[in-house]
């Protein structure tokens, strides 16, 4: 029970209960969860663009690099990603129907003698069981069925975890969203506070909570002249 606890908590914390497989392309590395069926992440091709195709049925899974935190945090961080369909039932606001067919997630290193006491303990029972700390805050942005563009999601689980609805609804669906972001504006937007070393970045695909399917597509995530 306990994993499946850890496991849920960490579709809000995110690397938190993620195992990591013995391999990596460019320093990229499918990270699971306790509990959960692996989305199926591969290299293809997607009208004209090299792209990660990420095909997740009723499953949840990270496809994360590591960053160096010494390196400063970028300002403008660049995405894009295709998406087949989306969940009608689901909703980034709601813990059992929190799925999404597309998000590109951002996670930082922060001052952890702020974290308040509900989450330190829930910090202290991921890193327990994994082995790893999850990250001190954690932003994703995030394509929903019915949040307006824009809007904040203070994650249910815990309010280390914020998202930022960029799409939304079904119009923009099968065709390539390109979106350029200014990260450290949208921390402080989300957070109300000042970003710390950028950790990790990552993309993902998740159905697990509606039993469904979703099949998305991602571009590289860049900032700058390089790729992440």
């Not at 394509?143 to 280390?160: A, E, K, M, Q, S």
């Not at 998202?163 to 957070?191: C, M, Y």
Request: a positive charge; one cysteine or more; hydrophobic letters at 40%.
């Amino acid at each position: 029970m306990i994993r499946t606890c850890a496991a849920a908590l960490l579709i809000g914390l995110l690397t938190a209960c993620a195992t990591t497989p013995p391999f990596a392309v460019d320093g990229w590395q499918q990270q699971t969860l306790p509990g959960k069926p692996a989305t199926t992440y591969r290299w293809t091709q997607k009208e004209g663009r090299t792209a990660l195709q990420a095909d997740a049925r009723q499953s949840a899974s990270l496809w994360r690099k590591r960053l160096n935190p010494a390196e400063p945090t970028p300002q403008a961080v660049r995405f894009s990603w295709w998406v087949q369909d989306l969940i009608p039932q689901a909703s980034v606001a709601e813990a059992h129907l929190e799925d999404s067919p597309a998000r590109v997630i951002f996670s930082f290193d922060g001052d952890r003698s702020r974290l308040s006491g509900r989450n330190r303990s829930l910090f202290d029972l991921a890193e327990t069981l994994t082995g790893e700390a999850p990250p001190f805050a954690t932003l994703m942005y995030v394509w929903d069925p019915t949040l307006p563009v824009g809007t904040v999601v203070v994650n249910p689980r815990t309010d280390r975890v914020r998202k930022i609805v960029v799409d939304s609804g079904p119009q923009q669906l099968r065709t390539w969203r390109d979106h350029q972001r200014n990260l450290v504006e949208d921390f402080r937007r989300a957070f109300n506070e000042e970003p710390g070393p950028l950790v990790s970045v990552a993309v993902m695909s998740d159905s697990d909570n509606t039993k469904s399917r979703a099949l998305s597509w991602f571009g590289p995530v860049q900032w700058g002249a390089a790729k992440p």
